[in-house]
């Protein structure tokens, strides 16, 4: 049985929703290597202010405004030094009438209302410091002119207050919301739990080591699990023989480990189409589906895991891949949908009229070059810089003439 793309998708998208809704929340540190890119589970409130208390944005001078009011080149102001106070410290008091020297980030002596870079002062350079219990301060800086009560201050909370809300449920963290999170004193957040996928590539051609006569590296399993990983996905691995005994027994297992099973490989018309055998029983669907690569396509529900079966062409299992995970990964973690390019076909270009082609492209001196169809052809897969689309009811494209581009290999 032949299908469109679009009833493919939405028959997937009906398959993996209720997968994806069922997947719970879990506890992560926001600081570990597996947090960026996770979904937030819950509505988040800072603990600490953004910045966690009143700090100087300069190294320079903590003063009081008003013992500066009058300072001029003609006559400048000099005010003996009190304690320094570098970033890590706890808080000094400022003495009336001093000044204490302050570096970037530590906290604002109290009775400070203004801070003076070192630049400004007339010397340009600290003299000796001293640090509360450490000695006696001595020494005086000078000042030429006056300065704003605030300035070079960054005020406790001026970010974000305690109590507010840094991010929603459903923001995906990046690198800066880890950072966001972090500073509001939130370490522990909660996330969506990965969701977990178990590749199983066929075929007795497939060799992990030495390849012999006839048979070939997996190349499937390690390019569908790192783009898996794209998407915080959480993927085991397994290379199964072209057994539908052992392969129905394997899947059978899977089912409550993994919350989907990708099986690669052994679905099309051969003898030993290790998956169709074992999967049709059980209620698999496998069809054509009017693209190319990628035409044929099945899945099948079982009681506790859903199935999702690519062909094993490596073109055709990771055009598969972006064609009909990716929009619903997208969606489930948060991610923007990609956004097109054109640019001038570098040669004419034919397609199949009834079909919907995805070709493999490269970008050079503003012209887009459409490679070679082969769905075997995985060194070009690798080199592309583009995918072309050539919907159904097109056969020929001309020179010249524009064409949107969509990003991959990035
Ligand atoms: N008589 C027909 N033959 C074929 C048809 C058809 O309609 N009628 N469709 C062709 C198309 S299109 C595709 S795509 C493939 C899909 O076949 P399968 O999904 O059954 O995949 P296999 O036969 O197992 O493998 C196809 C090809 O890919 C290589 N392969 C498989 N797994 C891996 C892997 N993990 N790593 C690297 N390469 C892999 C395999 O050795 C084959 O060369 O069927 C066409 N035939
Ligand atoms: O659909 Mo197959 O993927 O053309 O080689």
């Given at each position: 049985?032949?299908?469109?793309?679009?009833?493919?998708?939405?028959?997937?998208?009906?398959?993996?929703?209720?997968v994806?809704?069922?997947?719970?929340?879990?506890?992560?540190?926001?600081?570990?290597?597996?947090?960026?890119?996770?979904?937030?589970?819950?509505?988040?409130?800072?603990l600490?202010?953004?910045?966690?208390?009143?700090n100087?944005?300069?190294?320079?001078?903590?003063?009081?405004?008003a013992?500066?009011?009058?300072?001029?080149?003609?006559?400048?102001?000099?005010?003996?030094?009190?304690?320094?106070?570098?970033?890590?410290d706890?808080?000094?008091?400022l003495?009336?009438?001093?000044?204490?020297?302050?570096?970037?980030?530590?906290?604002i002596?109290?009775?400070?209302d203004?801070v003076?870079?070192?630049?400004?002062?007339s010397s340009?350079?600290?003299?000796?410091?001293?640090?509360?219990?450490?000695?006696?301060?001595?020494?005086?800086?000078?000042?030429?002119?006056?300065?704003?009560?605030?300035?070079?201050?960054?005020?406790?909370?001026?970010d974000?207050?305690?109590?507010?809300?840094?991010?929603?449920a459903?923001?995906?963290?990046t690198?800066?919301?880890?950072?966001?999170?972090?500073?509001?004193?939130?370490?522990?957040?909660?996330?969506?739990?990965?969701?977990?996928?178990?590749?199983?590539?066929?075929?007795?051609?497939?060799?992990?080591?030495?390849?012999?006569?006839?048979?070939?590296?997996?190349?499937?399993?390690?390019?569908?699990?790192?783009?898996?990983?794209?998407?915080?996905?959480?993927?085991?691995?397994l290379?199964?023989?072209?057994?539908?005994?052992?392969?129905?027994?394997?899947?059978?297992?899977?089912?409550e480990?993994?919350?989907?099973?990708?099986?690669?490989?052994?679905?099309?018309?051969?003898?030993?189409?290790v998956?169709?055998?074992?999967?049709?029983?059980?209620?698999?669907?496998?069809?054509?589906?009017?693209?190319?690569?990628?035409?044929?396509?099945?899945?099948?529900?079982?009681?506790?895991?859903?199935?999702?079966?690519?062909?094993?062409?490596?073109?055709?299992?990771?055009?598969?891949?972006?064609?009909?995970?990716?929009?619903?990964?997208?969606?489930?973690?948060?991610?923007?949908?990609p956004?097109?390019?054109?640019?001038?076909l570098?040669?004419?270009?034919?397609?199949?009229?009834?079909?919907?082609?995805?070709?493999?492209?490269?970008?050079?001196?503003?012209?887009?070059?459409?490679?070679?169809?082969?769905?075997?052809?995985?060194?070009?897969?690798?080199?592309?810089?583009?995918?072309?689309?050539?919907?159904?009811g097109?056969?020929?494209?001309?020179?010249?003439?524009?064409?949107?581009?969509?990003?991959?290999?990035?």
């Open positions: 049985m032949t299908c469109t793309l679009e009833n493919h998708r939405a028959e997937l998208e009906t398959l993996l929703s209720p994806f809704a069922s997947l719970d929340s879990e506890k992560l540190l926001a600081d570990s290597p597996e947090a960026n890119g996770r979904i937030l589970s819950e509505d988040l409130y800072a600490l202010p953004i910045p966690a208390f009143t100087s944005q300069m190294d320079g001078y903590a003063a009081r405004s013992d500066l009011a009058t300072a001029t080149p003609q006559s400048p102001v000099t005010l003996p030094l009190g304690f320094t106070a570098a970033a890590g706890r808080q000094i008091t003495a009336e009438g001093t000044a204490s020297p302050v570096m970037t980030g530590a906290m002596p109290l009775g400070a203004t003076i870079p070192i630049e400004e002062s340009g350079a600290f003299p000796d410091l001293v640090r509360a219990g450490r000695g006696t301060p001595s020494g005086n800086a000078e000042f030429t002119a006056p300065s704003e009560p605030g300035r070079f201050i960054r005020p406790a909370g001026v974000l207050e305690a109590g507010a809300l840094v991010a929603q459903g923001t995906r963290l690198p800066t919301m880890i950072a966001a999170l972090v500073s509001s004193g939130l370490r522990e957040v909660p996330v969506r739990r990965a969701l977990k996928v178990a590749v199983c590539t066929t075929g007795d051609e497939l060799s992990d080591d030495q390849p012999s006569q006839g048979q070939i590296p997996d190349s499937n399993s390690p390019m569908l699990t790192a783009w898996l990983r794209q998407y915080q996905v959480k993927v085991r691995t290379q199964l023989p072209d057994d539908p005994k052992r392969f129905a027994l394997t899947i059978d297992a899977l089912q480990q993994v919350d989907l099973i990708l099986t690669v490989g052994g679905i099309s018309a051969g003898a030993y189409e998956v169709r055998q074992a999967l049709a029983p059980l209620g698999g669907a496998f069809h054509h589906v009017a693209i190319q690569p990628g035409g044929p396509q099945g899945f099948a529900q079982l009681p506790q895991a859903a199935v999702l079966c690519f062909p094993g062409n490596p073109v055709s299992a990771l055009l598969s891949a972006e064609l009909f995970l990716a929009p619903l990964l997208r969606k489930l973690n948060a991610l923007p949908d956004v097109p390019q054109h640019y001038p570098a040669a004419d270009a034919n397609s199949p009229e009834h079909k919907h082609q995805v070709r493999r492209a490269v970008i050079r001196d503003g012209q887009v070059a459409i490679l070679d169809p082969g769905s075997h052809l995985v060194h070009d897969l690798a080199r592309a810089d583009a995918l072309v689309h050539i919907p159904v097109v056969s020929q494209l001309a020179a010249g003439q524009s064409i949107e581009t969509w990003s991959m290999n990035v």
